[in-house]
């Protein structure tokens, strides 16, 4: 375990916000986890588990204790004829698990390359991209309980995972920290490509196969993702809005361009970039914060900002979107402090 007081967290968030917390503890074991949890000390402390820092807004200090798990660690639990289990540990670096399942020839994970974070978040955020999400990988999650330190494995159902979402959001919410995550990959890949982008971007390639997807969507989110070691972001700063079809309908008659992705017979996914694109702030600046040229979802710091200014450009954006088309965004990103 790495313990550190008054430390920074310029490294640990990609928006790369100079915050500190009051204590940080780095463990490396889910027995170095189940420890820090039942030391009486950290009790009354506000806790706060930190992965990659890929998908945090921080608008001052944390008074309190961040946990960063660092379990690693790839192997394979199971196999049968047809799949392969992976246990990965939460710290893990999320595309290192990918490129190693792309390696072996293990499918499923692919479509899910470059995404940056860890292992620990996939199965919180749920994350997912280019028509797939990590619920149709996760076999189990395996958790320690923050209240009695007990170890528990949640399996897929357990989850509730939804768009960009899970039970680690509301029902275990702050009382569940992820240790491991168990996979369950094909070993016959079904590649998935009907997404248009990366369906367009396949046309490149001689064949389709496993790192044919991994590479197109590299190319792919290269070009319309900002790095953040170059330019602090979060990746996708919004979600994109479900709404009832009607509403979807009446927008798209106004906009040809806009793509709707049906979720049931009564509601439609849109795709918020384009509103906001077309509400005007594409590419826009506004002191040190701003919104990607490329990608509309994605605002970013340029430097020397805090994240009180990107929540200032956030609720600007929310505003004009609503008072736009009457579409309300909701922020995809975890926001620590702001008031
Ligand atoms: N669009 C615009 N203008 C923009 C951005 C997008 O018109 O500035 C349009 C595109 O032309 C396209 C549609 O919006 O028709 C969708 O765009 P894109 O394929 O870039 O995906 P997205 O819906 O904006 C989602 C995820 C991304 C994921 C991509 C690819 C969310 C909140 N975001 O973005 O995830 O990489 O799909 O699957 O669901 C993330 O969560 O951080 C993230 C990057």
């Excluded at 970039?273 to 509400?279: D, K, M, P, V």
Aim: glycine letters at 10%; charged letters at 20%.
């Amino acid at each position: 375990m790495e313990f550190h007081a008054c430390y920074s967290l310029k490294s640990h968030n990609t928006f790369g916000f100079d915050v500190r917390t009051g204590l940080f503890a780095a463990v490396d074991t889910a027995d170095e986890l189940q420890a820090l949890l039942s030391d009486a000390r950290y009790h009354t402390m506000p806790r706060l588990v930190l992965g990659g820092g890929s998908n945090m807004v921080f608008c001052g200090d944390f008074d309190g204790l961040v946990i960063h798990p660092r379990m690693g660690g790839i192997e394979k639990q199971a196999e049968d004829a047809e799949e392969v289990y992976l246990r990965a540990g939460a710290g893990v670096v999320w595309d290192d698990f990918v490129a190693c399942a792309v390696q072996h020839g293990w499918g499923g994970a692919e479509n899910l390359s470059f995404i940056p974070g860890r292992v620990g978040a996939s199965p919180v955020q749920n994350i997912g991209a280019y028509g797939v999400e990590a619920k149709a990988i996760i076999h189990q999650v395996e958790c320690i309980l923050t209240g009695t330190g007990e170890r528990r494995i949640f399996s897929n159902a357990e989850c509730a995972f939804g768009y960009r979402d899970s039970v680690f959001k509301h029902a275990w919410k702050d009382r569940a920290v992820v240790t491991h995550v168990v996979f369950r990959l094909r070993k016959r890949p079904v590649l998935q490509v009907h997404y248009s982008p990366l369906a367009d971007e396949l046309k490149n390639y001689p064949e389709h196969s496993l790192p044919a997807v991994r590479q197109a969507i590299i190319a792919i989110r290269r070009r319309k993702l900002p790095d953040p070691a170059e330019t602090g972001n979060a990746g996708s700063f919004f979600k994109n809005p479900v709404v009832p079809k009607a509403t979807a309908e009446r927008l798209a008659a106004a906009d040809p361009q806009l793509t709707l992705y049906p979720v049931n017979d009564a509601s439609v996914k849109l795709p918020a970039g384009r509103l906001i694109e077309l509400a005007g702030w594409k590419g826009r600046r506004v002191g040190n914060v701003g919104v990607h040229a490329q990608q509309a979802l994605v605002l970013v710091h340029y430097g020397g900002g805090t994240g009180n200014e990107i929540m200032a450009l956030a609720a600007a954006i929310r505003q004009s979107v609503y008072d736009r088309f009457g579409v309300q965004l909701e922020p995809e990103v975890n926001v620590i402090g702001y008031h």
